[in-house]
């Protein structure tokens, strides 16, 4: 079997280079595009990519956006949010790569055998925050969208962020719940809200969390 080059798992992890070296076939690229919408994705892709397509059509503000053909898989990030917020939309997109994406498309080495569903783009965008629960459906004060796959997705990246056995090793020698925070925030280089929501979910806050969603509008 093809031998892939070691990757550093240290922390702050590279998401672009873990990602390339799990996913080597199609290639991925990394876009960061602010203002980004459906329509900038349609005029990248046909720019960059010659990728004359379906593609939906909207300019509606984006934080993400994922397009997957056999030749490429591009994964746009909103910069706009802030950094630590686009590494996690990031994360977030490559987890609907290997989840909900890259199971369907068609075997490099047999494209033309798959000559029409190779030429379809698999897309899935990710919108603004306040939308996606963490741990599911729930009571919460804002509108939830209950898809599965988003809840993976934030999930997936909340894992390939901030382990939680490296979590639980740096929370558990802090007493201070502030410091365990920005301990998480510095060492993953994730904002806020991810930091409060990761240490929520692994049990080191008790009581009521406001704030059990993984985007926010600042870092």
């Known amino acids: 079997p093809e031998r892939r080059p070691l990757v550093s798992l ?13 996913v080597p076939r199609p290639p991925v690229e990394f876009r960061s595009v602010s203002a980004l919408s459906e329509n900038r ?6 720019s960059d990519h010659r990728y004359y397509g379906p593609l939906n ?21 909103n910069p706009d949010f802030g950094d630590r917020t686009e590494r ?52 919460t004060p804002r509108p939830l969208r209950k898809d599965p796959r988003e809840v993976y997705a934030n999930l997936f990246a909340a894992e390939f962020l901030m382990p939680r056995a490296e979590v639980r090793r740096l929370a558990g020698n802090i007493r201070d719940e502030q410091e ?23 049990g080191f806050f008790g009581g009521e969390e406001p704030a059990m969603m993984l985007f926010d509008l600042a870092d």
């Open 88 to 139: 996690f939309t990031q994360a977030h997109e490559v987890g609907h790569l290997m989840r909900d994406l890259r199971v369907h498309i068609p075997n490099i080495d047999q494209l033309d055998l798959f000559k029409t569903e190779a030429e379809v783009a698999l897309t899935m965008p990710r919108d603004l925050p306040g939308t996606i629960p963490m741990d599911g459906p729930g009571p």
């Open 10 to 22: 240290g922390f702050p992890r590279r998401i672009d280079t873990i990602t390339l070296a799990a």
């Open 41 to 46: 994705v349609r005029a990248i892709m046909r």
């Open 180 to 202: 365990r925070v920005e301990t998480l925030m510095e060492t993953f280089l994730v904002s806020r809200t991810a930091a409060r929501v990761r240490l929520k979910m692994l």
């Open 57 to 77: 059509r909207s300019d509606e503000i984006l934080m993400g956006y994922i397009v997957a053909i056999r030749k490429c898989c591009v994964i746009f990030s």
